[in-house]
């Protein structure tokens, strides 16, 4: 007896239906019938409740997707920007350990878990990091942000950009937006939208804790009057939606090693805006740092990821401090082992005989340079032999070659020399061999905010039922989104310790391009 899957019940059909991925594949399940239509809406429903349970009791599991091969692969970085528009997540911009910046937009397919590069048109956005990018209305609203300079000339500053652009999405175009009025240059705020209104708070700039509001249908910027109680200046926070006329602002930074653990409600029903702080409880169960960490609303409650309390550092903003420019920082040249071979040995020659026109004493006759020289002086072949590889020391036996009789007594002072400088090699070699120590990983902490719109105005901590040990390394300046059902973490960046034989503590940085998901347990409808 042949059985179609229309012979199925309700129930079977339904769980089908919930093992396809909520996006695409299972939006398009509505359409084959109504029976399926009505299955689907359901299996959509039950996803979205069982997300939120799981949730609020901290019942969540970390997910890697694994690179594919041969597809295209987003480049590692920090501190980008990302959005959710339907069934894809949109990453613009961000930098590079060495702090590279880049104007690229970058589509992940969420149905697929593969990334797509959109050849984008219009007026493109200088590269940057830690600039905002936020949904309305099919586009996305992309401003502020930093850069770093280049490294010649030297000592140059860092910028900041109050730059406004808008992406198109149906257009696939980019537009730059001219304001007669706009905020100060900034990076690392945040923003929401309100209806027609953009929110601008804080960031990297004169007076870090203004309001600025932009009018999303008018391109018009105005600074909002608040009330005399507000809170400190600070960047790097997170900013929660809470319907039109509230937001939540938590965490941030007001300087190096001074980050902020605190929550403030904005109340914008009045004319004049009015801050409140939030009553935080059960603080033994909040991360230890808010700061570069950013949160995501999920129903009435709020995920952030940070490190352990238990294992947390003092030093941990000390990366995230140079990447986001919160200093001004002199530009000083990056001198590897070969340049400093070369600077050295080109000084030794310019203080040494007039060679190949370079300004020095006066040339020597033989004899003089033989009695000013002592045996264990070094000849200009030592002079010129970088502390590169085996190869280019093998090729530099034959650079110079004697003038005098004595080719034997010479070709062996170069041998032994070759010989000394290849056991300085293999021993630099050695003391470059790293050991990398064991890293924490990202734990989940979770605030219930459900009486944060209440009278007495308070936020909890949930309890960490387990931390989850299975969370990718610990970073700083990822992305967190929610997509249907699931969080997104993508990128970031880490400050890795090592050990050298020769230097104890080396610190390197780390930056990533990993997926990472957050999802509830498995559940049969």
Known sequence: MQCRIDDLPDELLEYILSLIPPYKDLQECKLVSKRWFR???????????????????????????????RMPT??????????????????????????????????????????????????YPSPKACATMLYYKKN?????????????????????????????????????????????PMSA????????????????????????????????????????IKPRPRYGQSQIHLGDKHILVLGGCT????????????????????????MLYHPEW?????????????????????????HAKVNDMSIAMKNVACQRPSRLPDVSPLQESKQRHRADIDTDENVNGRHGSFSRSPSQSRMSNPPSRKSNFSKIVPFCCDSALSMAAFRDKPTNNNLSINRQRQLEYLKK????????????????????????????????????????????????????????LYSLVMGRGELIVFGGIRKEQTTMQSQPDVDDLEVYNDLHFINPPKYVI
């Open 39 to 69: 299955a689907t809406k359901n299996v959509i429903e039950h996803n979205e409740a069982h997300f939120r349970k799981a949730v609020s009791f901290g019942a969540l599991f970390w997910s890697l997707w694994p690179k594919k091969t």
């Open 286 to 310: 909040a991360p230890a740092r808010i700061w570069c960490h950013q949160a995501c609303k999920v129903g009435n409650y709020i995920v952030v990821l940070s490190n352990n309390k238990r």
């Open 189 to 228: 705020h945040s923003a929401t939208i309100h209806g027609n209104n953009m929110v601008v708070f804080g960031g990297i700039h004169c007076s870090s804790n203004d309001l600025w509001c932009l009018n999303l249908d008018t391109y018009s910027w105005h600074k909002q009057a608040t009330a005399i």
């Open 74 to 123: 987003i480049s590692k970085r920090h501190s980008h920007s990302a959005c959710i528009y339907e069934n894809s997540m949109y990453v613009f911009g961000g930098c590079t350990a060495t702090s590279t910046t880049f104007n690229d937009l970058w589509r992940l397919d969420l149905d697929t878990r593969t990334w797509v590069r959109p050849i984008t048109m219009g007026s």
């Open 421 to 476: 400088m290849e056991e300085k090699i293999r021993s630099r070699k050695i003391q470059t061999k790293v050991a990398k120590r064991t890293e924490n990983t990202l734990s989940i902490f979770i605030l219930d905010i459900s009486k944060v719109l209440c009278d007495e105005c308070s936020a909890s901590w949930v309890p960490l039922k387990e931390i989850d040990q299975s969370g990718p390394d610990e970073r700083i």
């Open 140 to 184: 996305f609203v992309l401003f502020g942000g930093w850069s770093y300079p280049s490294r010649y000339p030297l000592h140059q500053q860092w910028k900041l950009f109050n730059e406004l652009h808008v992406y198109s999405i149906e257009t696939n175009k980019w537009n730059a937006i001219n304001t007669l009025e706009a905020p100060p």
């Open 255 to 278: 300087g190096p090693n001074a980050a902020m653990n605190d929550a403030w409600l904005l109340n914008m029903t009045e004319p004049t805006w009015k801050w409140k702080k939030v």
